[in-house]
């Protein structure tokens, strides 16, 4: 009888831990695609089709570890997040996320070149991959995140069929895009393990529609005041203004394209500092801003 009663209060003492137990991460309760491939359509030729560059992909960081992505917290600024991921790979990133040209020798793109090509139905359709790295948690975040484009400008972002220039979509060492339309393959990098939100992803995105941050727009000393003091010295390259198309548009302190008040701070304190008559807060982890949107619009004319 003891024994009988003991096994019965045993069995209700474990149900009732297992109720109190915490939920376990999102990304535990999401089924493992084995087969993300076959959403998007994989080239088997990819390599042997497309223009090799010299040595691209030499210079781009291989992850390796790609468990612990912790997708809930969402709630930092995107700009911190960004600049955390690429820490161990800022040396070959401009403004922190950017992807040098290709093209050496030529003018650098900027808004109004690279831009990708208008098709006839009036739709702006670029195509991209995504590996097969990524689950199928993921891949819905990134559809998420480019139907957001779709739904407010003329911006289609598709799964590549046989195009020849199209963003590969990869789980390499940090957050980062290369700038406008390159030509053949581009690499897009979201890691994993802190570059799968859906403000990154739009942020990284808009870099390869060929905009770039905010806060080195050719007259942002009209609306923010670097502290140079505070950047760590070997950063500092990361502030220089860029002789950028503004498009019209004001400066916008809730850009998507803004960094963070401490981007590449070396001792706690602010770099940028907006110079605005009221309180404002420099970056944002929503998504793109109206101001974002509008750019979009007037750059490819939609
Ligand atoms: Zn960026």
Request: proline letters at 5%.
């Amino acid at each position: 009888m003891t024994l009988y009663r003991a096994s019965v209060l045993l069995l209700l003492l474990v149900a009732s831990q297992s109720q109190a137990l915490p939920v376990p991460d999102t990304e535990d309760l999401l089924p493992q695609e084995e087969n993300a491939e076959d959403l998007l359509p994989q080239e088997e030729n990819t390599e042997d089709l497309l223009p090799q560059e010299e040595n691209t992909e030499d210079l781009l960081p291989q992850e390796e570890n790609t468990e612990g992505n912790d997708i809930k917290n969402d709630t930092e600024d995107i700009g911190e997040k960004i600049l955390a991921s690429n820490n161990h790979s800022a040396a070959f990133l401009e403004e922190g996320d950017l992807l040098p040209s290709k093209k050496r020798n030529a003018i650098r793109c900027r808004y109004n070149s690279c831009r990708w090509p208008k098709g006839s139905d009036g739709l702006v359709s670029i195509p991209y991959t995504v590996s097969r790295d990524f689950n199928s948690y993921e891949n819905q975040m990134i559809e998420g995140a480019l139907g957001g484009f779709a739904s407010k400008t003329c911006i289609r972002f598709f799964p590549r069929r046989s195009e020849i220039d199209f963003i590969s979509v990869e789980n390499r060492a940090g957050c980062f895009s290369s700038l406008g339309k390159q030509g053949g393959r581009q690499v897009l990098s979201l890691n994993r393990n802190g570059c799968v939100y859906t403000a990154i992803i739009q942020h990284e995105f808009n870099h390869a529609l060929g905009f770039t941050h905010e806060q080195t727009r050719s007259d942002r000393d009209q609306y923010v005041r670097i502290n140079w003091n505070n950047i760590q010295s070997n950063m500092a390259y990361n502030f220089d203004k860029s002789d950028t198309n503004n498009l019209n548009t004001p400066y916008d302190y809730s850009s998507l394209m803004q960094y963070s008040s401490k981007a590449f701070s070396k001792n706690g304190h602010d770099t940028i500092s907006p110079l605005s008559p009221h309180p404002v807060q420099l970056g944002q982890n929503r998504g793109l801003s109206d101001s974002d949107i509008k750019r979009i619009n007037i750059l490819y004319e939609c």
